[in-house]
């Protein structure tokens, strides 16, 4: 299966509650990213894992973890759900740490209400 | 202040103009510099990047870096209806960070025929 697939597409959440999103990464990448994007924002980096361990975090709390599989496949769980925390959720896989060109799913919609 | 800045337009030009965006940023540490196209509901496709100073041209695009200025900067000339996205500024310091970008805000183009 080619290119990075994140599910589910959309999601509605009650402020409070826990959520995981998924995200598949393109075959034989082994490097996966996670960003969150507000609506009319940038993406913001949360955190990065390569080869199943977390390779740097952003200004994030740490309700926002992460684990990544043995078959580089990766989750995103958020706790505590604020409003804030409403946005695009984008994953981006790579085949190395350094390598260029990361491949950004659709992303998943969350919504907080 | 945000590290990236850049004009979320949105920018309206008729088709067949050159379209003009810039980013400014405020760490000199930055060597590596992006631009993404995002289309509505898609996650970031990676256009060009530039390492340090300098101009690069792939077909009708042209990105310029200024590093002592600070300014970045994609020209996309003979525009299209088809290149009607929002349009990501990214940066970089080290090719290790590739996946742990910092995004400006992104400015919206809309090209009318």
Redesign the interface.
Known sequence: ETG?TQSPTHLIKTRGQQVTLRCSSQSGHN???W?QQAL??????IF?YYREEEN?R?NFPPRFSGLQFPNYSSELNVNALELDDSALY?C?S?LA??????T????TRLTVV | QKE?E?D?GPLSVPEGAIVSLNCTYSNSAFQYFMWYRQYS??????LM?TYSSGNKEDGRFTAQVDKSSKYISLFIRDSQPSDSATY?C?MSR?????????????TQVVVTP
Do not use: H, I, M, N
């Not at chain 1, 009319?40 to 980096?45: S, T």
């Open positions: 990075v490097t996966v990213s960003y009319g924002q940038g993406p913001q980096f990065q740097g952003g984008l981006a790579s740490q350094g390598a260029q060109g990361y950004f799913g659709s992303g | 990236v850049q979320p509901r898609k996650g970031p496709e990676l990047y990501l990214a080290t090719t290790d960070s590739w996946g742990k970008l910092q995004f400006g805000a992104g």
